[in-house]
């Protein structure tokens, strides 16, 4: 819930609205908090036609927010982050020249990168028995 995740945010302002906590929220396991950030920040970025949209967030988040790095990283001018930076915010409404709503980014772009990740094949055992049960003992 909103109250208890406010606890994360220790100097949020004393009169918030839960969508302000849903970086904590989503932090503390709320399922709806989770869905909220990755449909408002990852889903958008990711639609054809924005993918260099997301690139640039991830790429400027990797590099704390310099513009510079970024458009090494990328091989772009400084002005094309600078130009996509005023997108993602149009198409987020998060601003991630802004230190909270780049944190809140960053975390909705983790959360999109992992629901959409292929889940890890379960193991029923050290990797070292299952191989030496496959091939019978010479000694």
């Known amino acids: 819930s909103g109250l208890s995740a406010a606890a994360a945010w220790p100097d949020a302002p004393r009169i918030l609205d839960a969508d302000s906590l849903l970086p904590e929220r989503a932090l503390a396991g709320d399922p709806p908090a989770r869905r909220v950030l990755v449909d408002r920040i990852h889903r958008p970025l990711g ?3 924005h993918v260099p949209l997301l690139q640039t967030a991830t790429a400027y988040l990797e590099s704390g927010g310099s513009l ?3 458009a090494r990283a990328l091989f772009v001018h ?3 982050v600078r130009y996509r930076l005023g997108r993602i915010s ?4 998060y601003d991630l020249t802004t230190p909270r ?3 809140a980014v960053r975390i909705a772009l983790a959360l999109g990168r992992l629901s959409i990740a292929p889940a890890p094949a379960q193991s029923l055992g050290h990797p070292l028995e299952e191989s030496s049960k496959l091939s019978p003992s010479t000694s």
């Open 47 to 49: 639609a054809k036609g």
């Open 68 to 70: 510079e790095a970024t």
């Open 78 to 80: 400084p002005n094309t």
């Open 90 to 93: 149009d198409v987020t409404g």
């Open 101 to 103: 709503e780049a944190w």
